[in-house]
């Protein structure tokens, strides 16, 4: 299973992006999927986390600002952002969690954020 992320870009304080998951399988089976972001300078923190059973988990930092999301028709996560901050400048990565498996990452996007 491998998992492409996409729609990083630059975009202006304010502005909003949609990243993409794609996942190789069905996510049908996946325990959890999740958003990571690591900015520079920065540890890798948690954006958010989506389980099989609907149940999602957001960053403190996030307050409203992002949402996940997936289509199971197109074995997609989704994280939609608005309201974009220059702090929200990242390197996005998602992951997928199977039961009594290790997590696989993708290879991340970038997100730029002009002040």
């Known amino acids: 299973v491998q998992l492409q992320a996409s729609g990083g870009g630059l975009v202006q304080a304010g502005g909003s992006l949609r990243l993409s998951c794609e996942v190789s399988g069905s996510i049908a089976s996946i325990n959890v999927m999740g958003w990571y972001r690591q900015g520079p300078g920065k540890q890798r923190e948690l954006v958010g986390t989506l389980t099989s059973g609907g149940r999602i988990i957001y960053g403190d930092f996030v307050k409203g600002r992002f949402t996940i999301s997936r289509d199971y028709a197109k074995n997609t996560m989704y994280l939609q952002m608005i309201n974009l901050k220059f702090d929200d400048t990242a390197v996005y990565y998602c992951?997928?969690?199977?039961?009594?498996?290790?997590?696989?990452w993708g290879q991340g996007t970038l997100v730029t954020v002009s002040s």
């Open positions: 992951a997928a969690t199977y039961t009594a498996r290790p997590t696989i």
